[in-house]
Every structure is written in structure tokens, then in C-alpha cells.
């Protein structure tokens, strides 16, 4: 079981600085949340082992490096029990174009993003997914992705409550 701490006001200003910028060197990162470096490292050794990072990413510009289809892919079944749901998951996690999904209430079961080579590869991805009578999927919908206006830089801790604190936002 993992150590259990307590996200103070320091422990949130590493969380959110790190959580945007995970490439600071321990000083660069003391220095923004006003803590000697011997502190902060503890204190990020100890968030780190309390499981409050996952993981830490480089955002590359993926227009500049290679060719790609970018689509969300909407999953209908006929079959939404938790054992269907479970198959679904377990197929979809060893699908490294599938990069996220997420269960939705409404009229869609699952909508994923999607990375893909080409559409042909996002075609037969689909097609594969649909042909398994395992996941029980009534209908596949993809939207390609033709611009981003925005693209997800990081969660808004700064605006959202922590758990252990009621006097956030």
C-alpha cells in the first residue's frame, strides 16, 4: 500500500508546476514554489512514491516529426455489461494508436483519440474492432480530426478542488 501524504500548499505548488513543466531541474522547481532544493526533492521523492505522478511526458510536435491521422472514434455496443466492457478495455489497451478512452454516459459507450500512420490504418483498426464478436460493438463513428484550436496542455489544478482541502475553488 502506498504512503498516504498530505498535499499542503507546497505539495500543490509542486504538483501543478511539475504537471506542466516536468522538465525543471530540482533547483529550477524549489526556486517557483519557494523551497530550498533539499525540501523539494524530498517532497517530489515522496509524491512520487505516494503514486501522485503517473508519468512524466515530453509534448513533441507530432506535425513536424511524421505523418498522422488524428480521430476520435466513438464506440456503440448492443452488449454494456461489465464483462463486455472489461473485454473491450483489455483489447484497446494493447492498441498503442488507441491513446486514450473514455466511458460516456449518453447515447456513445466509449470515445477514444486516436493516433493513426493513415486512414487505411484507421480503417482496418476499426474494421478489426467491429469484426470481433467478443466486443459485441454495434456501431464505430470516427471523426478525423482536421485542426486543433486547442490541444490539452495539462489538467487546470489550479481551478479544481483538492480532495483534502474545502476552502479550494
Same mark, same amino acid.
Given at each position: 500500500?502506498?504512503?498516504?501524504?498530505?498535499?499542503?500548499? =507546497?505539495?500543490?505548488?509542486?504538483? &501543478?508546476?511539475?504537471?506542466?513543466?516536468?522538465?525543471?531541474?530540482?533547483?529550477?522547481?524549489?526556486?517557483?514554489?519557494?523551497?530550498?532544493?533539499?525540501?523539494?526533492?524530498?517532497?517530489?521523492? &515522496?509524491?512520487?512514491?505516494?503514486?501522485?505522478? %503517473?508519468?512524466?511526458?515530453?509534448?513533441?510536435?507530432?506535425?513536424?516529426?511524421?505523418?498522422?491521422?488524428?480521430? =476520435?472514434?466513438?464506440?456503440?455496443?448492443? !452488449?454494456?455489461? &461489465?464483462?463486455?466492457?472489461?473485454?473491450?478495455?483489455?483489447?484497446?489497451?494493447?492498441?498503442?494508436?488507441?491513446?486514450?478512452?473514455?466511458?460516456?454516459?449518453?447515447?456513445?459507450? =466509449?470515445?477514444?483519440?486516436?493516433?493513426?500512420?493513415?486512414?487505411? &490504418?484507421?480503417?482496418?483498426?476499426?474494421?478489426?474492432?467491429?469484426?470481433?464478436?467478443?466486443?459485441?460493438?454495434?456501431?464505430?463513428?470516427?471523426?478525423?480530426?482536421?485542426? %486543433?484550436?486547442?490541444?490539452?496542455?495539462? =489538467?487546470?489544478?489550479?481551478?479544481?478542488?483538492?480532495?483534502? !482541502?474545502?476552502?479550494?475553488?
Amino acid at each position: 500500500m502506498k504512503k498516504t501524504i498530505k498535499i499542503d500548499n =507546497y505539495n500543490r505548488k509542486i504538483l &501543478a508546476t511539475l504537471h506542466l513543466q516536468a522538465d525543471l531541474t530540482n533547483i529550477e522547481l524549489a526556486e517557483k514554489v519557494n523551497l530550498s532544493s533539499s525540501a523539494c526533492f524530498q517532497r517530489v521523492k &515522496a509524491l512520487k512514491e505516494a503514486g501522485y505522478f %503517473r508519468a512524466s511526458h515530453a509534448d513533441v510536435n507530432l506535425d513536424q516529426l511524421c505523418e498522422h491521422v488524428l480521430a =476520435y472514434i466513438e464506440f456503440t455496443f448492443d !452488449d454494456n455489461t &461489465a464483462a463486455m466492457r472489461r473485454r473491450f478495455a483489455g483489447v484497446i489497451k494493447d492498441m498503442p494508436h488507441i491513446m486514450d478512452c473514455m466511458q460516456l454516459s449518453g447515447d456513445v459507450d =466509449y470515445i477514444s483519440l486516436s493516433c493513426f500512420p493513415d486512414i487505411k &490504418a484507421l480503417n482496418a483498426a476499426c474494421t478489426a474492432l467491429s469484426d470481433n464478436p467478443a466486443l459485441s460493438i454495434k456501431h464505430i463513428k470516427t471523426r478525423i480530426v482536421l485542426d %486543433r484550436a486547442k490541444w490539452f496542455l495539462g =489538467y487546470p489544478l489550479a481551478h479544481l478542488k483538492w480532495i483534502d !482541502d474545502s476552502s479550494a475553488p
